[in-house]
């Protein structure tokens, strides 16, 4: 590791501008999963550290709220200016604790940036109305103005560009924030402390915990000088942070997990819907939320299809993130591959059939081999939860109609998918599928320039496009009286 990969590497957590430990002085371990080796530690932080960053927090929104659009796009944009000259140090730091291959952890830090110039744009285009009244001596005004401090909780498979969704906005609209990365990839939440600080934002207006996240998540979201909390993980810890959201009425924004379904019609381009589906199952080792959960493929070109997506499958390289050509890193952690485990045994035992993979891989620790299942009923496990890595179960349908129902028959609604080169078709099938986010023929999607959410249990907001910034503004309908007739 070089010198301007470790300065970027911050063992403490970022208060109102000062870097410190937790208050206990105690830490946790950071372990790399392509070695199982650790990489460093971090302080185990609280209640009272998160208390303490609230309000630093708190205090700076004052003055940052103040400060023009410009002032803060400006600052913005030198952001991401340093994001893309360290953006290999930040990869760097991604792989060795995340685990992704380093091509693909460099997108990711080119996606935070893009993010980042995404938000510096659109500070400057916050606009109110001025509405026509209906009192002769009124004027009515409408004004959008920062909701304040935010607390932004994010998981470990995008440590980095989860926050530039919400630190971009955050910035932007003149909030503040406080922000909780994961606990098995910190470094690359910490590092935006880092980057902050070079660009000139000011000490308080991002304050960065890492430790308990029950304690830091319970502060979070019961104290009430937070206005919002903006969260990315599973459904289950979302539903309970709502839950806790709720004493305080804070303003929400949750993205949570999803049950992608990848559909390939008969009269599908085969060689495209095999090229997507490798795009949206085994990005990431098959660890995001918007990667395909469930293959339904029509009869007439099933076989086809396995036959053509599994050599494609056997072809994934599968290594340490940093080793040139790996396109599939380890799991983030042992649990993850207990529970493919799981849904492998599930499958088998219901009468699924391993094409390729299945089983742990040969470099052990948290390796595991890409997999795909043939012959997936609606009975097993992976029809209705998520299976977060490296398994492709493929499931046959008859019709159009038929597949519809079977992909929106999930509490989920966020990524889906479908190949088909019938133009009738593609409207009716995306017309048809209650989802935020639809790929016809492309694997895929996510950019900033769209909106990013879901539907259903999958979430509520919008990250990136013009509707990212909405919910991090508050509307304010002003009356203007007694200007005579
Ligand atoms: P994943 O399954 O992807 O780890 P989680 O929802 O468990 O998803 O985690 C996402 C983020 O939520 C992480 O930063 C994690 O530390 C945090 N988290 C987990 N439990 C809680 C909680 N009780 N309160 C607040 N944050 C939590």
Redesign the pocket.
């Known amino acids: 590791m070089n010198a301007n990969t470790s300065r970027f590497i911050k063992q403490a957590n970022l208060i109102g501008g000062q870097w410190v430990a937790a208050d206990s002085g105690a830490t946790i371990d950071v372990m790399n999963p392509a070695t199982g080796k650790a990489i460093g530690t971090i302080p185990k932080s609280g209640k009272a550290e998160t208390a303490r960053a609230i309000e630093a927090a708190a205090q700076a929104f004052k003055s940052w709220r103040k400060t023009t659009a410009n002032e803060r796009s400006q600052k913005m944009r030198k952001l991401h200016d340093l994001i893309l000259a360290n953006q290999d140090a930040l990869a760097e730091i991604l792989t060795m604790e995340q685990g992704k291959s380093f091509t693909e952890a460099k997108g990711e830090v080119a996606s935070s940036a893009a993010y980042i110039l995404w938000y510096a744009e659109e500070a400057r285009r916050v606009y109110g109305d001025v509405v026509p009244s209906p009192w002769a001596d009124r004027r009515i005004m409408v004004t959008k103005e920062p909701v304040g401090v935010v607390a932004a909780?994010?998981?470990?498979?995008f440590p980095s560009s989860m926050l530039a969704r919400k630190i971009g906005p955050a910035l932007a609209t003149g909030c503040t924030v406080v922000v909780?990365?994961?606990?098995q990839t910190p470094y690359s939440g910490l590092a935006w402390g880092v980057l902050c600080e070079e660009a000139g934002i000011p000490a308080g207006v991002v304050n960065i915990l890492t430790g308990s996240?029950?304690e830091?998540?319970?502060e979070?979201?019961r104290n009430p000088q937070v206005a919002k909390l903006t969260?990315?993980?599973?459904t289950?810890?979302?539903k309970?942070?709502m839950k806790q959201t709720a004493g305080t009425v804070k303003k929400v924004s949750m993205e949570l997990g999803g049950n992608a379904p990848f559909i390939v019609f008969d009269d599908a381009d085969l060689d495209r819907a095999v090229a997507g589906a490798i795009a949206a199952k085994f990005r990431n080792s098959g660890q995001t939320c918007v990667c395909t959960n469930r293959f339904f493929v029509q009869s007439k070109i099933y076989s086809r299809f396995v036959e053509k997506f599994t050599e494609a499958v056997e072809q994934l390289k599968v290594g340490n993130g940093m080793d040139s050509g790996t396109q599939q890193g380890p799991l983030i952690d042992m649990n993850a591959v207990e529970k493919v485990e799981e849904f492998i045994a599930d499958a088998t035992k219901k009468g699924g059939r391993i094409v390729t993979g299945g089983k742990r891989h040969a470099l052990g620790g948290s390796y595991f081999e890409p997999t795909v299942i043939a012959d997936a009923k609606p009975r097993m496990r992976f029809t209705k939860e998520e299976i977060?890595g490296p398994v492709a179960p493929v499931y046959k349908f008859k019709s159009e109609e038929d597949v519809i129902e079977q992909a929106n028959n999930t509490e989920y609604g966020l990524a889906c998918y479908f190949y088909t080169q019938d133009l009738g078709r593609a409207f009716r099938v995306m017309e048809g599928l209650k989802y935020g986010l639809v790929g016809v023929n492309e694997g895929l999607i996510s950019t900033v320039e769209a909106p990013f959410g879901g539907l259903k249990e999958s979430g509520l907001g919008k990250e990136g496009g013009h509707q990212g910034i909405e919910d991090y503004l508050d509307t304010k309908y002003v009356c203007i009286g007694g200007l005579g007739l």
């Open positions: 909780i994010t998981p470990w498979n909780k990365p994961a606990t996240a029950s830091i998540g319970g979070l979201t969260f990315t993980g599973s289950e810890i979302g309970l942070l977060f």
